[in-house]
């Protein structure tokens, strides 16, 4: 109670005021804007009611400041100017922090704070204690709370996409018998081939002959692995993560979004289609908003651009580019984020959107792609993050950096991976530094950690490979230029880098690339636009 107390003696922060205060008109006692003021009799002393009337009981009979007699009877209401001046000064509501960007005059404070959309309110779902605003508790109480009794939809679509699940979990398993049988046949051949060697010197023709044939075989089978689960082990990005050599079939890159200078107006809604052989950019349809800070990944044939801000305002809607569509155009998607997200993570797993960290710091919201597209809030991270990254390997969901507070001073260096069937968290080996605003690929097992932000604002040019089996790091080749805010693609062995910033050069249309094995990284031609935190996808091949 005492505490309670005091809070009510108070006046207001002068911090909260729009513009400066007149110094000569706070209170004396607590030298804040008095709440409900009252003046001494003789020489308009200021105080607070509170906090004169306790002075008065507990102290003595007298003006604090002049010490002529006083009582609570002879305190005086302001009238006039002053009575004008204090209720005319605009203060920030008491909901401030929790979002509310309202100033309202001080006279009508109290009826504002009742009416508040920001205030507090407690989830009325049996079993959730979680405190929302006021204005999204609907919202909350019927979508997001995992305490809340789900409607049933549509069991058609779900009986049919579980039907369709079990006939490729049986493909698979059928594939893998075959090739089990495919290895068993090899070995016997290679026991084979050993007793061969060992009993028949002279047939050396013979035995070559036979290993060739083997070492086909061989090749064959790991073809067809390959191609068995080449499906299952793409990055968000659409880009083929297998640790192997080979030529890029796909050579397209599509750039989204993004700034080009300081400012509101600065955000853009272009879209350009780069060709890593040929070093060439084209644009493409632009998007319905301007969009920065967002997230992108691939569903089938499909490319999503998932919330952002337009410089002004987060978003918390979905824009959809179907590259079998003629012409291309960008459509909104049937469903919209559960909040307005800018500076998160997206990934697309199992025919569901996640969408990690963000405005709503340390949540993963799951989105189904399909109707009836409904959105829920999966989990809560062990810490608040943003401008950071998230890579699925290996059906896990590996959450490395960001920053707590959107500031680089508080950047991260620890790294977390969701298990979604356990539905728990594992903290695990940490980065070689704190790091924010970086992007990331994945290359097998393997997380590449490009560019970004260290704890003391240094933009890096460093480049980092984590493996997400032993927690051990290993530092590749430094990039030519220092980048934040950069976007990044892998295609089978190649790294491709666009864009960002960095203080020699500021917004950057440049685009680098590495071949993991090699030495050093090579500059390509540069992109359209200067582009700084767009988001990038490497084009899904039509169907």
Known sequence: ????????????????????????LLCSICQE?????????????IFCFAHISRHLVQNSQTCPVCRDPLTQETLRRPTGFLKNYWEGLKIKCDHHERGCPDYVRLEHLPKHVEKCGYAPVMCRNEGCDTEINRRDIETHEKDLCQFRMDKCHDCKDIKQNVDQTNVRMAAI?????????????????????????????????????????????????????NQTFQGNNTNKNNACAMNHAGPVKNQDVIIIGGEY??????????????????????????LNHPRTASASCVYNNDVLVVGGNDGKVATDKIEVLNMNQHPLRWRIFHSKLPVKFPSHDAIVYQGKLYIIGGYDWNSIYEITLTTPYTAKLLTRMPEARRNHRAELVDGKLFILGGTTSGLSKDALDSVVVYDFIKNEFKPIASLPQPICKMSTVTWGHMIIVVGGVDKNSQVLNDVIMYDTETGRSERLPSMIHKRRGSSAVIMNDVVVVFGGWNEEQAY????????????????????????????????????
């Open 1 to 24: 109670m005492a505490a309670r107390w005091e809070d009510d003696l108070q006046g207001y922060d002068v911090g909260r005021f729009q513009g400066e205060v007149n110094e000569d």
């Open 33 to 45: 804007v008095p709440k409900d003021p009252r003046l001494c009799q003789h020489k308009d002393h």
């Open 261 to 286: 200078g300081p400012g509101n107006d600065n955000v853009l809604n272009t879209v350009e289609k780069y060709n890593i052989v040929d070093g060439k950019s084209t644009l493409l349809p632009r």
């Open 508 to 543: 950057l249309n440049s685009v680098e690339s590495f071949t993991i094995g090699g030495d050093g990284w090579k500059e390509l031609p540069g992109m359209i636009e200067k582009r700084y935190y767009a988001t990038a996808v490497v084009k899904p091949l039509r169907i």
């Open 173 to 225: 398993e059928r594939n893998q018998h075959e090739m089990k049988k495919n290895v068993d046949e090899i070995k016997a051949s290679q026991d084979q081939m050993n007793v061969q060697m060992t009993a028949i010197g002279s047939k050396q023709d013979e035995m070559k002959q036979s290993i060739n044939e083997m070492r086909e075989q061989f090749e064959r089978m790991m073809i067809m692995m």
